[in-house]
């Protein structure tokens, strides 16, 4: 099989990866394997779906604001059940700890980051079952009764089996093409430049993945994402 583009693995990285690609590059051929049956069936599978955007790097912060502007239209302007909810994510501190991060949740604050601040005894009226002060296996470890949560509101967690085939609908949706039960078993090397030696790519020479071999077969292609 010939391909412009190979994306190896159907996990969310993949799949995204693999839809962007073909969004952006419509002329292209985008196929994207996978040696399960189907997608998300490895790590993302094992995922918890949580999200936040408690951040302090104003990269880190574009990611995060972007990627939940994301969830927001998939499943409130595109219908897909993604399982969103804004549940938020609460960072429960003890005294020294609160000191030592009070500075960072200022500049989230400055940054736009929305935060709710709850004292010990708004913890204690919000969530009465919650144990505030330490046991002795928890200060045989160190641990410090906790004096405050701090809420990050714009957190939440996601379906991450619900998210993933979303992206293979919208994958699907511009045409790219999906093999699953393909397992990838050799990447093969080509140099960039050939020079007709023995034994190329050599360890000295630039070289590109140009093919692999899978459980069904070969695959040549021009660009690889794995």
């Known amino acids: 099989m ?44 094992k995922c918890a779906g949580g999200y936040r955007d408690m951040l302090t790097t104003d990269a880190n912060l574009k990611l995060s604001e972007s990627t939940i502007k994301w969830f927001h239209e998939l499943q409130e302007n595109q219908g897909f059940k993604i399982g969103f909810h804004d549940t ?9 700890e609160y000191a030592k991060r009070k500075d960072s949740f200022a500049i989230m ?14 913890l204690e009226n919000k969530l009465p079952d919650l144990a505030l002060d330490m046991d002795d296996e928890g200060e045989s470890m160190g641990l410090n009764p906790i004096v ?18 979303a992206y293979e609908t919208l994958f699907h949706r511009l045409g790219g093409e999906t093999k ?30 140009t093919a692999d071999e899978t459980s069904r077969g070969d695959n040549e292609h021009k660009t690889k994402r794995v």
């Open 180 to 209: 699953y039960s393909t397992k990838v078993t050799k990447l093969r090397h080509k140099p960039r430049n050939e020079l007709g030696l023995p034994g190329e790519p050599l360890v000295w020479q630039s070289s590109a993945i």
């Open 2 to 45: 010939k391909t412009d583009v190979l994306v190896i693995g159907a996990g969310i990285l993949g799949l995204s990866s693999a839809y962007h690609i073909k969004r952006t590059n419509p002329g292209l051929k985008v196929t994207l394997i996978d040696q399960f049956g189907g997608p998300a069936q490895g790590n993302t599978a």
């Open 148 to 165: 405050m949560g701090v809420q990050g509101l714009n957190c939440g967690v996601i379906n991450a089996d619900s998210l993933a085939k």
């Open 109 to 122: 604050e400055k940054k736009g980051v929305k935060l709710d601040y709850n004292e010990r005894e708004d």
């Open 88 to 96: 938020g994510y609460l960072y429960l501190l003890s005294e020294p």
